[in-house]
């Protein structure tokens, strides 16, 4: 096994249907085409050896590297340091059509000499599908023509005619090689391009400075409609870039991760396939998204969301599934990499997901509060999208009961999860707001009755008065960080005795020098060998749940610590382990969207606490609008939501 650069030395650039991870040394190690969800062209991230990767490495012996964005942009750009010059490498993929899904994407490498004299060894090396097809590959004087059965990759040289800075080009056992020597102010680099029309040919550099400012001035104009002005600017920022590049534009999708298989604990076996859409991320991504300003955004995935709701036609099938791919279809067969080692070591290395096909309540919880969050801010629930409702919620009615396999997709049996039970709440609870204000047809007494046999549950199976505090599964005393959630989405007050007595339980628990943990598996086994880090969401709710317990000054440096873990950009795996490594899928939409809720919520907050500002209970200040924003699909105003209450003045809590 070679030496894997780590999770965190990598960063993302993408073109918003497919995206590749670019280490700190200058590697792609990670590319699939045509979509996120595409089998890979480059791999190494998972197989060193085996995987393909595209390396650009400074000849010098000794050098030092750095690495940035430019500012507000998805432009990366890798700076080597030598004793003979400075170089670096600029690393972009010009945006690919919003509408419409395209199978040519271009990843663009500039190498660049800004001082003395610097030269690159370069290797292209594609494994087509995991490395499970082999290819051919084709020199010409533009450059190389990789084909497999099912892809084809050109590699353009960029250069300038009757230069000599180009040369020692090569084709070894279906890899492309050359080196490449700049002197201080020279431009030079490749263009991989899948599907190009025609073969490969000389770039100049003239045409990738202007690909390059071009792709500057979208990224720009993108963050342009940002309206957050907060305490975190550059890091809410960096996190709302990160989800747009993790967006497939033509549907409004937004994936969990752009990669498969980085393990939850090195060496172990919780390696998932996260390069598809989760319905549970609905509820999250409207709120950032709208609470950023990004209205079109929010309007397309709510769109995708309705989509899913009106494909439920068989009333013996669960409504939703867990997951999608990004054009809304759901074969999600899991399967192993067998011939792969794994991210370290960290076998197997799986594409497909299996737990797409288990039964979650929770996602209809969050279903439901994205569609009503929605409906509320001037997008609203159409016709037929209600009619599928009505179905979607009638089938909660009659399945919140049941044992499920939660929020973590556990596989060790199904259990009568707490957070199930309260996203059901959740279901219920916005399908009843949506209809009684609206005036939909529903069959609101039934929904009422319903809603309220769950709340009653939860508070009397799903609270232990051993441990005092809400717990994991009905009659259990196995903590669970899912439930920092509940004043969130309105269940509970943030002052109520029993809610501070469970977010104590849980900082005394799962909580590790501010960092927490999604529950013990040793307490409660998961059906998995091994542990795992903290979970970065996670944290981020608790931050969230601080402040809306009114302790403002230990949510700060919980949310100022957080921010230390980030790697170099600004990004987020799944998890932290102890030595503060990043652990699982990089990045992972779940952790941004849940800084940038934690962000909004905890500026609100503090703003609330400060001197001369007009008195407000403790409770909770939810996400502040600064004014009414335009619809994108030029109909509504979104009306602001008010920094009273996060839900309607009808909201009743019963003690």
């Given at each position: 096994?070679?030496?894997?650069?780590?999770?965190d030395d990598?960063g993302?650039?993408?073109d918003?249907?497919t995206?590749?991870?670019?280490?700190?040394?200058?590697?792609?190690?990670?590319f699939?085409s045509?979509?996120f969800?595409?089998p890979?062209?480059f791999?190494?991230?998972?197989?060193?050896?085996?995987?393909?990767?595209w390396?650009?490495?400074?000849?010098?012996?000794?050098?030092?590297?750095r690495?940035?964005?430019?500012?507000?942009?998805?432009?990366?750009?890798?700076?080597?340091?030598?004793?003979?010059?400075?170089?670096?490498?600029?690393?972009?993929?010009?945006?690919?059509?919003?509408?419409?899904?395209t199978?040519?994407?271009?990843l663009?490498?500039?190498?660049?000499?800004?001082r003395?004299e610097?030269?690159?060894?370069i290797?292209?090396?594609?494994?087509?599908?995991?490395a499970?097809?082999?290819?051919?590959v084709?020199s010409?004087?533009?450059g190389?023509?990789?084909v497999?059965r099912d892809?084809?990759?050109?590699?353009h040289v960029?250069?300038?005619p009757?230069?000599?800075?180009v040369g020692?080009r090569?084709?070894?056992?279906?890899?492309?090689?050359?080196t490449?020597?700049?002197?201080?102010?020279m431009?030079?680099?490749?263009v991989l391009e899948?599907?190009?029309?025609?073969q490969a040919r000389?770039?100049?550099p003239?045409?990738c400075?202007?690909?390059?400012?071009d792709?500057?001035?979208?990224?720009h104009?993108?963050l342009?409609h940002?309206?957050?002005?907060?305490?975190w600017?550059e890091?809410?920022n960096r996190?709302a870039?990160?989800l747009?590049l993790?967006?497939?534009?033509?549907t409004?999708?937004?994936i969990a991760?752009p990669?498969?298989?980085?393990p939850?604990?090195?060496?172990?076996e919780?390696?998932?396939?996260?390069?598809y859409?989760?319905v549970?991320?609905?509820?999250l991504?409207?709120?950032?998204?709208l609470?950023l300003?990004?209205?079109?955004?929010?309007?397309a995935?709510t769109?995708?969301l309705?989509d899913?709701?009106?494909?439920?036609?068989?009333?013996?099938?669960?409504?939703?599934?867990?997951?999608?791919?990004?054009?809304?279809s759901?074969d999600l067969?899991e399967?192993?990499?067998?011939?792969?080692?794994?991210?370290?070591?960290?076998?197997?290395a799986?594409?497909?997901n299996?737990?797409?096909d288990?039964?979650?309540?929770d996602?209809y919880?969050?279903?439901?509060?994205c569609l009503?969050?929605a409906d509320?801010?001037?997008?609203p629930?159409?016709?037929?999208?209600?009619?599928?409702l009505i179905?979607?919620v009638d089938?909660?009615?009659?399945?919140?009961d049941?044992?499920e396999?939660?929020?973590w997709?556990?596989?060790g049996?199904?259990?009568?999860?707490t957070?199930?039970r309260l996203?059901?709440?959740v279901?219920?609870d916005?399908?009843?707001?949506?209809a009684?204000?609206?005036?939909?047809p529903a069959?609101?007494?039934?929904w009422?009755?319903?809603?309220d046999?769950v709340?009653?549950?939860?508070?009397?199976?799903?609270w232990?008065?051993?441990?005092?505090a809400?717990?994991?599964?009905?009659?259990s005393?196995v903590?669970?960080?899912a439930?920092?959630?509940m004043?969130a989405?309105?269940?509970?007050?943030p002052?109520?005795?029993?809610?501070?007595?469970t977010?104590?339980?849980?900082?005394?628990?799962?909580?590790?020098?501010g960092?927490?943990?999604r529950?013990?598996?040793?307490?409660?086994?998961?059906?998995?060998?091994?542990?795992?880090?903290?979970?970065?969401?996670?944290?981020?709710?608790?931050v969230?749940?601080l402040?809306?317990?009114?302790?403002?000054?230990e949510?700060?440096?919980?949310?100022e610590?957080?921010l230390?873990?980030?790697n170099?950009l600004?990004?987020?795996?799944?998890e932290i382990g102890?030595?503060?490594?990043?652990l699982?899928?990089?990045?992972?939409?779940?952790?941004?969207?849940?800084?940038?809720?934690a962000?909004?919520?905890?500026?609100a907050?503090?703003?609330?606490?400060?001197p001369?500002?007009?008195p407000?209970?403790?409770g909770p200040?939810?996400?502040?609008y600064a004014?009414p924003?335009?619809?994108a699909?030029?109909?509504?105003p979104?009306?602001?939501v008010?920094?009273?209450?996060?839900?309607?003045?009808?909201?009743v809590?019963?003690?």
């Amino acid at each position: 096994m070679s030496e894997h650069p780590l999770i965190d030395d990598h960063g993302l650039i993408g073109d918003l249907q497919t995206a590749a991870l670019v280490s700190t040394g200058g590697s792609v190690d990670w590319f699939c085409s045509p979509r996120f969800d595409s089998p890979s062209i480059f791999g190494a991230l998972l197989d060193s050896e085996n995987g393909g990767h595209w390396s650009i490495t400074p000849q010098a012996r000794t050098y030092a590297t750095r690495q940035l964005y430019y500012p507000d942009t998805c432009v990366l750009l890798t700076r080597f340091m030598t004793e003979q010059g400075v170089g670096s490498i600029v690393d972009f993929m010009p945006p690919a059509s919003p509408h419409s899904p395209t199978r040519r994407h271009r990843l663009v490498r500039m190498l660049r000499c800004t001082r003395g004299e610097i030269s690159f060894d370069i290797e292209v090396a594609p494994r087509f599908d995991y490395a499970r097809q082999p290819h051919e590959v084709t020199s010409c004087t533009g450059g190389w023509d990789f084909v497999s059965r099912d892809t084809r990759a050109t590699v353009h040289v960029v250069d300038a005619p009757g230069d000599e800075c180009v040369g020692d080009r090569a084709t070894r056992a279906g890899d492309a090689c050359m080196t490449v020597r700049l002197r201080a102010g020279m431009t030079r680099g490749l263009v991989l391009e899948t599907f190009a029309d025609g073969q490969a040919r000389m770039v100049s550099p003239e045409e990738c400075e202007r690909l390059l400012e071009d792709t500057i001035s979208f990224w720009h104009g993108w963050l342009a409609h940002s309206r957050y002005t907060g305490r975190w600017r550059e890091t809410v920022n960096r996190s709302a870039l990160t989800l747009k590049l993790m967006t497939y534009a033509p549907t409004g999708a937004m994936i969990a991760a752009p990669t498969t298989s980085l393990p939850e604990q090195v060496g172990g076996e919780r390696n998932w396939d996260y390069r598809y859409t989760w319905v549970r991320d609905a509820s999250l991504s409207l709120h950032a998204l709208l609470g950023l300003g990004f209205t079109e955004e929010a309007v397309a995935f709510t769109e995708w969301l309705g989509d899913r709701v009106q494909e439920y036609t068989e009333p013996g099938e669960h409504p939703l599934k867990v997951m999608y791919r990004v054009d809304g279809s759901c074969d999600l067969e899991e399967q192993t990499l067998g011939h792969w080692e794994g991210y370290r070591g960290s076998a197997p290395a799986r594409v497909g997901n299996g737990a797409a096909d288990q039964l979650q309540l929770d996602i209809y919880g969050s279903a439901l509060e994205c569609l009503h969050f929605a409906d509320q801010q001037g997008l609203p629930t159409t016709c037929r999208i209600w009619q599928a409702l009505i179905d979607t919620v009638d089938w909660v009615c009659e399945n919140w009961d049941r044992p499920e396999a939660g929020i973590w997709e556990t596989r060790g049996g199904d259990k009568d999860f707490t957070y199930g039970r309260l996203m059901s709440w959740v279901a219920l609870d916005r399908a009843i707001r949506m209809a009684t204000r609206s005036g939909r047809p529903a069959e609101v007494q039934r929904w009422t009755k319903e809603r309220d046999a769950v709340y009653w549950q939860i508070l009397q199976r799903g609270w232990s008065p051993g441990r005092a505090a809400f717990t994991q599964y009905l009659g259990s005393d196995v903590l669970d960080s899912a439930v920092l959630r509940m004043p969130a989405v309105g269940f509970i007050p943030p002052q109520d005795p029993r809610w501070l007595s469970t977010l104590d339980a849980i900082k005394n628990d799962l909580v590790s020098d501010g960092l927490v943990y999604r529950y013990d598996p040793f307490a409660s086994p998961d059906g998995l060998l091994g542990s795992e880090g903290t979970f970065s969401a996670c944290t981020f709710w608790y931050v969230e749940a601080l402040a809306r317990a009114g302790h403002l000054r230990e949510a700060r440096l919980v949310f100022e610590k957080m921010l230390t873990y980030a790697n170099h950009l600004g990004l987020y795996s799944e998890e932290i382990g102890l030595t503060g490594e990043q652990l699982g899928n990089f990045p992972q939409a779940l952790t941004h969207l849940a800084l940038v809720t934690a962000a909004l919520s905890l500026d609100a907050h503090l703003d609330a606490a400060k001197p001369g500002f007009p008195p407000t209970s403790p409770g909770p200040v939810p996400y502040l609008y600064a004014q009414p924003m335009a619809s994108a699909a030029g109909s509504m105003p979104v009306m602001p939501v008010t920094p009273t209450t996060p839900y309607p003045s009808d909201h009743v809590i019963r003690r």
